[in-house]
């Protein structure tokens, strides 16, 4: 490091920290996915400024072709919980979601070859839905587009966060703008262009906030520069993912199977294909997540006709026929969780915090819990007049937190080993689970509640 510049937006005067100005407080956020773009907006939602730094450069996307959905982040798709919904709807964004976005009305859940099952429906449960299905490409087209559009959030993509260093009144990070980004990247052109180009020119650049969120990913830079380590678990299973076509209409109905390999979810989807319209297909599209044993995973990603016919044989009839499948992509399965989520000024945030099997579809919809309540006590903090990054204030965040992670990570787990363990006693007493969780009152509405991410 031989050179410093500055990018006067995030620059912030550690002095400068008092009562008189606290809306010029900036929140840094590494990492730009769809938990970084989303707290971003949570926060701008609160009136908080923030600086978001994303190691990828962001395809240029315009307001106006909203039919062609670029698949820049990967190709998966999410199932959003009702209260995931709710932050949504909270700052405004839902209606823009919401064209691609599919309700889940009923779940049911069984196992190959076994007596067990349940199922919730949407009328039992006294609910709108159990939650809504979304392709990742889409939500986080709009999320970009929102954070484009909004004056209180500066992004710098291309860049990579290779340092952080904290005073009792600041956090200043080191960031590298990547040597393959080319200058055309229209993304960035929105507030900050000067400080941006100014950054690509000396290809690093350093940048102080008065507080740190990584949003960096399961295997984040920044929790490795604080000197947090991690607790890993190596499931042994990698998920395939995929859209494919079936001969029955998917009457809005999330089907979860259980399978001696791992679990198989096959989600509805919106009809849009993302090349544009097909009423022809009308209801008949959904999301496969299938997990299979790691090292089975390439077969299924190279041979389309043995992947429909695996599918088929165990999953049934209960989806119809699957007629056709798109492209697919396979993730490696690995739990990892942080040691801990706060160091000084700094919050570990998103998979970052906690990375977790998707068996339940779980994983980013605790992430929006941890960030809506965080940008919350920002908020409040700043309305108080006082310091969001004060270390006190953060480790009440990370406390009020824990419950919620901790019961949402256990329950994935139990699912996980409960549903693959071979022990044929085993087998029995998850079916009889099933058909108690099926029968018995008051249960369902307890984990409903709980799946939709209504209670913490
Ligand atoms: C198959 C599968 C299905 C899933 N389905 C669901 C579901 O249905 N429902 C649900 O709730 N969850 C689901 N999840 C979980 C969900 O996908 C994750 O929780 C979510 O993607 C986490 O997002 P993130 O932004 O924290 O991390 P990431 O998406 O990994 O984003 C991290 C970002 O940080 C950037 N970055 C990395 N290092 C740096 C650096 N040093 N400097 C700057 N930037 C950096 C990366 O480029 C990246 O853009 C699923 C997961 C899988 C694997």
């Not at 969120?213 to 920044?222: I, K, L, P």
């Not at 695996?310 to 989806?319: C, H, K, N």
């Not at 009020?400 to 139990?414: E, G, L, W």
């Amino acid at each position: 490091m031989n050179q410093t510049a500055h990018i006067s937006k995030t620059e912030c005067d550690p002095n400068a920290i008092n009562k008189k100005n606290m809306t010029e407080q900036t929140v840094l956020i590494a990492g730009g996915g769809h938990v970084g773009l989303s707290f971003a907006l949570l926060l701008a939602h609160h009136g908080i400024a923030s600086t978001l730094i994303e190691k990828n450069r962001y395809p240029y996307i315009s307001p106006d072709d909203d039919a062609q959905r670029s698949h820049y982040l990967d190709s998966r798709n999410t199932a959003l919980s009702r209260r995931t919904v709710q932050i949504y709807q909270e700052i405004g964004l839902w209606d823009e979601l919401q064209s691609h976005a599919c309700r889940i009305d009923a779940v049911q859940i069984s196992e190959q070859g076994s007596f067990g099952q349940a199922a919730l429906n949407k009328a039992e449960e006294k609910v709108e839905s159990f939650g809504q299905v979304m392709e990742n490409a889409w939500l986080g087209r709009k999320l970009l587009l929102a954070v484009q559009a909004s004056p209180l959030i500066t992004v710098i993509d291309g860049a990579t966060v290779t340092n952080v260093a904290q005073s009792s009144q600041s956090v200043t990070i080191d960031i590298q703008v990547n040597s393959d980004s080319s200058a055309d990247s229209q993304t960035r052109a929105k507030s900050d262009t000067s400080a941006v180009n100014e950054a690509e020119q000396v290809g690093w650049q350093q940048l102080t906030g008065t507080m740190l969120v990584a949003c960096d990913g399961r295997d984040s830079t920044v929790r490795e520069l604080l000197g947090i380590g991690t607790q890993a678990y190596d499931y042994q299973q990698s998920a395939i993912v995929g859209v494919v076509q079936t001969d029955k209409p998917h009457e809005h109905i999330a089907i979860e199977r259980f399978s001696p390999a791992g679990p198989l979810a096959v989600l509805p989807l919106t009809d849009s294909d993302g090349d544009g319209h097909n009423p022809q297909q009308a209801g008949y599209r959904r999301s496969v997540v299938w997990v299979c044993r790691k090292g089975e995973e390439q077969q299924y990603l190279e041979d389309e006709k043995l992947f429909l016919a695996t599918l088929q044989s165990a999953f049934g009839q209960r989806a119809g026929s699957f007629v056709k499948v798109g492209r697919r992509g396979a993730y490696p399965l690995t739990r990892v969780l942080a040691d801990k989520q706060v160091a000084g000024r700094c919050v570990i945030m998103g998979n970052a915090a906690h990375t977790l099997h998707p068996v339940a579809g779980q994983g980013f919809n605790l992430c929006m819990r941890d960030a809506h309540v965080l940008a919350q006590m920002l908020a409040s903090q700043v309305l108080r007049g006082e310091d969001i990054g004060d270390t006190q204030m953060l480790s009440r965040y990370e406390q009020a937190r824990q419950k919620d992670q901790k019961r949402v990570i256990r329950f994935c787990d139990a699912v996980v080993h409960g549903f693959t363990h071979p022990n044929p006693a085993v087998k029995i007493a998850r079916n009889l689970a099933l058909l108690a969780f099926d029968k018995l009152p008051n249960i369902k509405p307890l984990v409903a509640t709980y799946a939709m991410g209504l209670k913490a």
